[in-house]
Every structure is written in C-alpha cells, then in structure tokens.
C-alpha cells in the first residue's frame, strides 16, 4: 500500500458553507501559537457573539491540521445545557464509543495520555466551569494535547492563552480602500442579488451601514439578507435610524449590565431584523428556539405549529427566515435547518415574553417522545439503518428531550422516554449517554409495565457490552420478574438475553444455551423485543462456539442468519456475518471468510456499532493472517487496534480474545519478519477510523 494516496489525518472539522472575510493576522498568529513552535496549550478565542470566533477557528484548526497526527476534533456545546454532559459531547465528536463503566473523564483522559490532537471547543460560555475542569484534566493526562476555545467569557485556567476577536475592520469614508466588512457585505448581498456589485454609486452606502454595524460579521449578514425586499438605499436609512434611536435611548437608561455597546449593535440589528418579519415569521422564529441542534421541516412543523401558525404555512415561513439569514440550512442535508446561537438566543427570549417557553419545551418532548417511541417499534426491520441514522442526526434533540422528561425522573413520561431513547442509544453506538440516562430513572420506583421492562433491558444491555457482570446479572434479575409479571412472552423471552448472556459472560456455555434458547411459540415481531429474541439467538450461537462446538454454532448461525434476513434488521446479522466468518477461518476457507467480514463490516458500519467493527476486524485478520496477505493482515491489525482504543477495553478484557491477538501477531512477525510486520501494523494505527475502514472492506484495493 502506497501511503501517498492516503487520505487526511482523522478529525471532523465540517466543511464551512459560509462567507470568511480577512482574518489574515489573526490566522497567522493562531498558525504560529497552534503549530509545532508554539507555546501555549490552551489558546482561547474571546469576543462577543456573532464576531465570527467559530469560524475563525476552523479555519485555523484547518490550516493547523497537518501537527496534528491524531486529528483536529470539533466539539459544539452551543446545544447542552444540563450539568455533565461537556465529557459526553466530547467523547461523541472523538467517536470514542467508550464501554468502561468508570468516570468519563477518566475514560477521556486515559485514551487521550498518548495522543496528539487538537480539540476545538466551541461556546464554551454557558458551561465555563464544566469546560474548564475537562480542560485542566485532559491538558494534566495528554502532554501533546492542545485546546482551541471559543468563549464570551475566559476559562480562567492559568497558562491561558487569549486571541481578542475583533470585528471586521470598515472603512475609512473618505478613502478608497475597500475594506473587510465591506468585502464581506458585498459577497452576503451578491448571494441575495447576483448583480450585486461595490462601485461608485453603492461603495459610500455599504459603507456607511458597515460603520453603523460596527463590522460584526452576523449583522453585515443579516443586514445584506434584507436587500431581497429593500434598496441598498432604504436599508442604510431603516438601519442606521434603528440603531441611532436605541443607542439615544440607551444613553438615558442607567447601565443594565448587558455588555458593551458592540454587544448592543448586534442584539439591535437582530432586533431589527425580527422587527422586519411578518408576525407569523416572528412566532415560527421564537419557536424554533427549542431545538437543540438541527432540525427537519417535520419536526418544525409537529413542534411549531398552533393557534395562528398552521401546520401548512411552517414549511414556506421557515424558507422565508432562511431567505433572511435567520434560519442556516444544513450544507449535507437541504431539509436539516438551523439557527446559530445568538439568533437561538434572541428567539428563546421572546419566546419567555410570549409565555409559551414551557408549553414549547413540552411539545419539544413529546415530539422526540414520539419519534422515540415509533423507533423502538419499528427497530427490528429493514428500516433499522434509516432510524439510526436519524438517531444520530437527533442526538442533540434526544438530549433536550431526555432532560426535560427526567425533570420529573420518578413520572411515566421520564420512564418511557429514557427508556427508549436509552435503547436506541445503546444500539446506535452511544453507550455513555444510555447508561446516563437509565441511571438517572430506574434510580427512582416505577410501578410494572412494558416502559419499565424495556429501560430494565436496555440498561442491562449496556452493561453487557461493558463487561460489568454484577449489573448485568442484576438488571437481568429484575427484568424478567417485571416481564413475568405482566404475564407477555415475548418479553419474557426477551429478558432472556441478560440471563444467557450473564451465563455465557462468566463461561457456563450449557446454561447460557438453555436460557437463550428461542421458544418456537413466541413470534419474532417487528419491534424492540423482536430485537432481543434474534439476539438470544445470536447468544446461543456465540456459547456453541466458545464451548468448541463448530457443528452447532454453525447450525445456530445458519438459523439466526436467516432470521435476521427476514426481518431485515442488521445489528444481528452483523454479528453472525462475523461469526459465520470466524467459523470459515476454523475450516480454512479464506475467501467466505473475507467475503463474510466484509459484510459484517458494512452492517456494523451503517449503525455506528463500534464493538462489532473491531470485533469483525481482529476476525478478518485472523482470515488473512491464516491464508491470505500478511501485508493486508498486519495493517488490518494496526485498524483494528486503533478502533479497539474507542472502545476503552482492548477485546472487550477476554483472555480469549486477547491470547488470539498475540497468537496472530506472532504468526504474522514469522511470516513477514519483525521490521515488515512492523512497518505495516504501524500504517494500519495510522489511518484514520474511515480510511481504516475503507481499506478493511476493499481489500487496500
């Protein structure tokens, strides 16, 4: 493999679809403080809102990427607001799909201690204290770590570094020069009117109305949007008028602390702009307000519409705002929208006016209560990958959801809400935030009911894939006396598969087969319980082939294989592929093998299931280590590996797996030699997770 052709280093810095506009100073000292030369380690960018810190620090972060051989790693905190949830967001955007059961700082630090890597933690002035104790953590365990942080407001962490951003610079009226907030408000108003043009005759206005907005990057922009329905001419008049009275006004007022008058430029050009919309765009614009992250025009219109706001209308209205700079849609999905934060900030403010804060963080809820709800009965179909990737879009909404629902942790809504989003986290590779949440309401008495069987499983679940027996075998407990007692057979068959798995776990294989074995009289149905009984099965054909018995594990394969294709889910199906494959090594036949993981790989792919990736990985390996290119085996091993740090524990701890892993490596240094194994396992760690990935499933083709 030439590693030329290999592609970026790991991170996941978005392609940024707006306008950047000078910063050419600014982007040479953060290069120089940022590159290998440079001193500090955290590094603070620091202004007031909508001054363009996020987008100065990708671009910075992009042009800083190559020191960093571990990647440059995007954590938004604008969308969280309850306590402890700063670690998650950011384990999230490293993928760290963590299956420890210990602190989450901890599990951060640990696998941060060897890695060089920048993180980018953008507004951070909500959660300043949250932020700065991660900070100080990680900056103590990881030496080649850095921080680049975005704030209204320092950390206040000593060795802190701070980057004042400034507004654009305007010009000067009687010059020439055309100047960066000039710039930036000609190629805004060029996106609105392509005939747009600084000449002669519009040079001086733009101007003028650049001065008036202090060059704050997000008013020029707001402002600019407005030339769809205003003359460059009546925009200068409207807006320097607004800002003049409100500043008069604010000269008689004694200070109200609300910041410095930069600060009151912005809040009054937002406030301008609101005043400009129609009463029906200002109503959608305040509800909107409730999301966190993005959102669909869907679930605009569930949450958003009523009373003088029909459902009909939410779709043109919301297209009206985006026409107007207030609404951003999502550059990678043209139905996904969303509102920065100081415009965020604005609409939830008339929302708290209106007196519909509460009734809208409500339908908020109910709606992903709703979505929640349909996924987990829906889940174990050929629709399985498409809710996933839904989970994943919503995973800022599931948040605010989960949140508001815990409020009151010991109600029925918290229970059915944490209990299904709890599932679809731990099967959508967020295991973390699964076990967060079914804490926080199972930690309170719930009367009996198919809600409670389902986060009673879903939290022993977790502990499954985390490897912490004592909950495993404790939730397994007291979910099937919750399912007997309601007297359902497909959830008592359900609970099964913490019982056998407990079994399997702790090595007594015949026990576990019993316990997983499928009853033929309870159907395998379509939702969240039809899932388990596959994975019982899945169970039984794991205890077959740990205990030795090729013969029946691959009869179990078979029998799970096909059900899982009859229902069309994946999650399952993935994990047989694999083992259909580990069974294929077991014979000799290198080519079903290699053809069986990567069918694996590509289902566990599609649903961000970490844990089978690497555990399909180490089984290719295997196949190729045995009978195919030790090359290929070597590097798939360096993959393999550097997925297995994701998850916290290298082959999930089992002696088995861990004894196979060396047995590998030495087959692989016999046949290659110790500097060529080597150099091609030291290429694989070097990948990043979806070139690794790529090269897995095409063979290094």
Same mark, same amino acid.
């Given at each position: 493999?030439?590693?030329?052709?290999?592609?970026?280093?790991?991170?996941?810095?978005?392609?940024?679809?707006?306008?950047?506009?000078?910063?050419?100073?600014?982007?040479?000292?953060?290069?120089?403080?940022?590159?290998?030369?440079?001193?500090?380690?955290?590094?603070?960018?620091?202004?007031?809102?909508?001054?363009?810190?996020?987008?100065?620090?990708?671009?910075?972060?992009?042009?800083?990427?190559? !020191?960093? /051989?571990?990647? %440059?790693?995007?954590?938004?905190?604008?969308? *969280?607001?309850? $306590? =402890?949830?700063?670690? &998650? #967001? @950011?384990?999230?955007?490293?993928?760290?799909?963590?299956?420890?059961?210990?602190?989450?700082?901890?599990?951060?630090?640990?696998?941060?201690?060897?890695?060089?890597?920048?993180?980018?933690?953008?507004?951070?002035?909500?959660?300043?204290?949250?932020?700065?104790?991660?900070?100080?953590?990680?900056?103590?365990? !990881?030496? /080649?770590?850095? %921080?680049?942080?975005?704030?209204?407001?320092? *950390?206040?962490? $000593? =060795?802190?570094?701070? &980057? #004042? @951003?400034?507004?654009?610079?305007?010009?000067?009226?009687?010059?020439?020069?055309?100047?960066?907030?000039?710039?930036?408000?000609?190629?805004?108003?060029?996106?609105?009117?392509?005939?747009?043009?600084?000449?002669?005759?519009?040079?001086?206005?733009?101007?003028?109305?650049?001065?008036?907005?202090?060059?704050?990057?997000? /008013?020029?922009?707001?402002?600019?949007?407005?030339?769809?329905?205003?003359?460059?001419?009546?925009?200068?008049? &409207?807006?320097?008028?607004?800002?003049?009275?409100?500043?008069?006004?604010?000269?008689?007022?004694?200070?109200?602390?609300?910041?410095?008058?930069?600060?009151?430029?912005?809040?009054?050009?937002?406030?301008?702009?609101?005043?400009?919309?129609?009463?029906?765009?200002?109503?959608?614009?305040?509800?909107?307000?409730?999301?966190?992250?993005?959102?669909?025009?869907?679930?605009?219109?569930?949450?958003?519409?009523?009373?003088?706001?029909?459902?009909?209308?939410?779709?043109?209205?919301?297209?009206?705002?985006?026409?107007?700079?207030?609404?951003?849609?999502?550059?990678?999905?043209?139905?996904?929208?969303?509102?920065?934060?100081?415009?965020?900030?604005?609409?939830?403010?008339?929302?708290?006016?209106?007196?519909?804060?509460?009734?809208?963080?409500?339908?908020?809820?109910?709606?992903?209560?709703?979505?929640?709800?349909?996924?987990?009965?829906?889940?174990?179909?050929?629709?399985?990958?498409?809710?996933?990737?839904?989970?994943?879009?919503?995973?800022?909404?599931?948040?605010?959801?989960?949140?508001?629902?815990?409020?009151?942790?010991?109600?029925?809504?918290?229970?059915?809400?944490?209990?299904?989003?709890?599932?679809?986290?731990?099967?959508?590779?967020?295991?973390?935030?699964?076990?967060?949440?079914?804490?926080?309401?199972?930690?309170?008495?719930?009367?009996?009911?198919?809600?409670?069987?389902?986060?009673?499983?879903?939290?022993?679940?977790?502990?499954?894939?985390?490897?912490?027996?004592?909950?495993?075998?404790?939730?397994?407990?007291?979910?099937?006396?919750?399912?007997?007692?309601?007297?359902?057979?497909?959830?008592?068959?359900?609970?099964?598969?913490?019982?056998?798995?407990?079994?399997?776990?702790?090595?007594?294989?015949?026990?576990?087969?019993?316990?997983?074995?499928?009853?033929?009289?309870?159907?395998?149905?379509?939702?969240?319980?039809?899932?388990?009984?596959?994975?019982?099965?899945?169970?039984?054909?794991?205890?077959?082939?740990?205990?030795?018995?090729?013969?029946?594990?691959?009869?179990?394969?078979?029998?799970?294989?096909?059900?899982?294709?009859?229902?069309?889910?994946?999650?399952?199906?993935?994990?047989?592929?694999?083992?259909?494959?580990?069974?294929?090594?077991?014979?000799?036949?290198?080519?079903?093998?290699?053809?069986?993981?990567?069918?694996?790989?590509?289902?566990?792919?599609?649903?961000?299931?970490?844990?089978?990736?690497?555990?399909?990985?180490?089984?290719?390996?295997?196949?190729?280590?045995?009978?195919?290119?030790?090359?290929?085996?070597?590097?798939?091993?360096?993959?393999?590996?550097?997925?297995?740090?994701?998850?916290?524990?290298?082959?999930?701890?089992?002696?088995?797996?861990?004894?196979?892993?060396?047995?590998?490596?030495?087959?692989?240094?016999?046949?290659?030699?110790?500097?060529?194994?080597?150099?091609?396992?030291?290429?694989?760690?070097?990948?990043?997770?979806?070139?690794?990935?790529?090269?897995?499933?095409?063979?290094?083709?």
């Amino acid at each position: 493999m030439s590693r030329k052709n290999v592609v970026p280093r790991p991170g996941n810095l978005p392609a940024d679809a707006r306008v950047f506009v000078g910063r050419l100073d600014e982007l040479d000292h953060l290069e120089d403080e940022l590159g290998p030369g440079g001193d500090g380690r955290l590094l603070t960018l620091l202004g007031v809102g909508g001054v363009g810190k996020t987008r100065l620090a990708l671009r910075a972060a992009e042009r800083a990427s190559k !020191a960093y /051989a571990d990647g %440059v790693w995007l954590v938004e905190l604008s969308a *969280l607001r309850a $306590p =402890g949830q700063v670690p &998650l #967001a @950011v384990m999230e955007a490293l993928r760290l799909a963590d299956q420890s059961t210990g602190p989450v700082t901890d599990a951060l630090c640990a696998w941060a201690q060897d890695k060089q890597l920048l993180l980018v933690l953008d507004s951070c002035e909500h959660l300043l204290a949250e932020c700065a104790d991660l900070v100080a953590d990680l900056l103590i365990a !990881a030496p /080649a770590l850095r %921080v680049l942080a975005t704030s209204r407001e320092l *950390l206040g962490l $000593p =060795g802190e570094r701070l &980057l #004042a @951003v400034e507004p654009l610079p305007v010009g000067d009226p009687d010059g020439d020069q055309q100047a960066d907030a000039e710039t930036l408000f000609a190629q805004c108003a060029a996106r609105v009117d392509p005939g747009f043009a600084l000449d002669e005759r519009t040079r001086r206005e733009v101007g003028d109305v650049c001065r008036a907005l202090d060059g704050i990057p997000l /008013a020029l922009e707001l402002a600019a949007a407005r030339l769809a329905t205003h003359s460059l001419g009546a925009l200068h008049a &409207l807006l320097t008028d607004r800002l003049r009275s409100r500043f008069e006004l604010l000269e008689t007022e004694e200070c109200d602390g609300e910041g410095p008058p930069r600060h009151w430029t912005l809040r009054t050009t937002i406030g301008w702009s609101h005043e400009l919309c129609v009463p029906l765009e200002r109503l959608l614009w305040a509800r909107l307000s409730v999301f966190a992250g993005t959102f669909t025009t869907g679930a605009a219109t569930w949450v958003c519409a009523g009373g003088p706001l029909g459902a009909d209308q939410v779709r043109g209205l919301l297209l009206r705002l985006v026409q107007q700079s207030i609404v951003l849609r999502d550059p990678a999905d043209p139905d996904r929208f969303r509102l920065l934060d100081t415009i965020r900030e604005y609409g939830a403010g008339w929302l708290r006016e209106l007196g519909e804060e509460e009734a809208l963080r409500l339908r908020h809820r109910d709606h992903y209560r709703r979505f929640a709800r349909e996924a987990c009965s829906d889940w174990n179909t050929s629709r399985q990958v498409a809710w996933c990737d839904r989970v994943v879009a919503e995973h800022a909404n599931l948040r605010a959801a989960v949140d508001c629902a815990l409020a009151e942790p010991g109600s029925p809504v918290a229970l059915e809400v944490a209990g299904s989003v709890g599932f679809l986290w731990r099967n959508c590779g967020m295991p973390r935030d699964a076990q967060l949440c079914l804490d926080r309401v199972l930690a309170e008495e719930h009367p009996a009911g198919p809600d409670l069987v389902l986060a009673q499983w879903s939290r022993g679940a977790v502990a499954m894939n985390q490897g912490d027996l004592d909950v495993v075998r404790d939730w397994g407990v007291r979910c099937t006396d919750v399912a007997r007692e309601l007297g359902d057979p497909a959830m008592i068959r359900a609970s099964a598969y913490l019982t056998g798995g407990y079994l399997a776990l702790v090595g007594r294989l015949p026990e576990a087969v019993d316990a997983l074995a499928p009853n033929p009289r309870v159907l395998v149905g379509m939702d969240w319980r039809g899932a388990a009984l596959v994975m019982n099965s899945l169970g039984v054909t794991y205890s077959h082939l740990y205990s030795g018995d090729l013969d029946k594990a691959r009869e179990a394969a078979r029998a799970t294989r096909a059900s899982s294709v009859q229902c069309g889910e994946r999650w399952s199906r993935s994990f047989i592929d694999a083992i259909i494959a580990q069974l294929d090594v077991a014979r000799g036949d290198t080519d079903a093998a290699r053809r069986n993981c990567r069918d694996a790989l590509a289902g566990h792919r599609s649903l961000h299931n970490t844990l089978g990736l690497a555990f399909t990985l180490d089984i290719l390996a295997q196949a190729e280590a045995t009978g195919g290119d030790g090359r290929f085996a070597a590097r798939v091993q360096g993959v393999s590996q550097r997925i297995w740090e994701l998850l916290g524990r290298a082959q999930m701890d089992s002696p088995q797996q861990i004894a196979a892993r060396r047995a590998r490596e030495r087959t692989l240094r016999e046949r290659l030699g110790d500097e060529v194994y080597e150099q091609a396992y030291e290429e694989g760690t070097a990948m990043s997770y979806d070139e690794g990935l790529d090269y897995a499933l095409t063979g290094g083709v």
